[in-house]
């Protein structure tokens, strides 16, 4: 078999290299090509020598050209599969976090809506609009510790109601009087 392959194959050896570049789409896969025929045809040869070598060499090429340019053209019908449950696992968690955004959006503005109306405009300007604490002050004509206590009071309310809770401002007893006798004595400025 040896001899048979050295003296019948390996003479054809160019003719089938350039065979196999003109049908092959891929020319760094020419060698590999090349050397499964071989590998097929002396497999072939061990049952019995074929009497017409060249024919022999070129039916192995080109059924394993056709059977190589077939897998090419396939793709797998559980790797499509995996691929399309993929999609679908991104685009349904990414629906149902715009869901869970926009409730959580909601929730927080039904909170803020329940805020008295300072403590509501504080938290707007420095939260939505991102008004510095001094700007907040200057805007509303408060001082600045008055910004701070309302914009913790209101931040703690709108944390309590999307908790679940009643989202009240809840004041200490002493400070409640307190509270109540600075904001009257404070004049509100029309906020535009």
């Known amino acids: 078999m040896h001899g048979w392959f050295c003296r019948e194959v390996l003479p054809l050896e160019r003719a089938l290299t350039h065979y196999i570049r003109r049908n092959l789409r891929d020319p ?14 002396l497999l072939g040869a061990r049952r019995d020598l074929p009497i017409n070598t060249q024919a022999y060499l070129y039916t192995i090429a080109r ?16 790797h499509v599969a995996e691929l399309e449950d993929v999609r679908h696992e991104v685009d349904m968690l990414e629906t149902e976090r ?11 503005m039904a909170a803020l809506e329940q805020l008295p109306p300072r403590c509501r405009e504080v938290v707007r300007l420095r939260k939505v609009e ?13 001082g600045i510790d008055t ?3 309302q914009l913790t ?3 703690r309310a709108i944390a309590d109601f999307m908790l679940g809770g009643s ?9 409640t009087a307190r509270a109540e ?3 009257s004595a404070t004049p509100a400025k029309d906020v535009p």
């Open 167 to 175: 989202g009240r401002i809840k004041r200490p007893a002493a400070n």
């Open 98 to 108: 715009h869901l869970n955004a926009r409730d959580e959006l909601r929730r927080a």
């Open 130 to 142: 991102g008004y510095t604490t001094r700007e907040t002050a200057d805007h509303l004509g408060v």
């Open 28 to 41: 760094d896969a020419v060698t590999d090509v090349r050397q499964e025929i071989y590998e097929r045809a």
């Open 63 to 78: 059924n394993l050209l056709i059977n190589t340019a077939r897998r090419a053209q396939i793709v797998s019908i559980e």
């Open 181 to 183: 006798t600075s904001s």
């Open 147 to 149: 910004i701070e206590k």
């Open 153 to 155: 009071n209101g931040m």
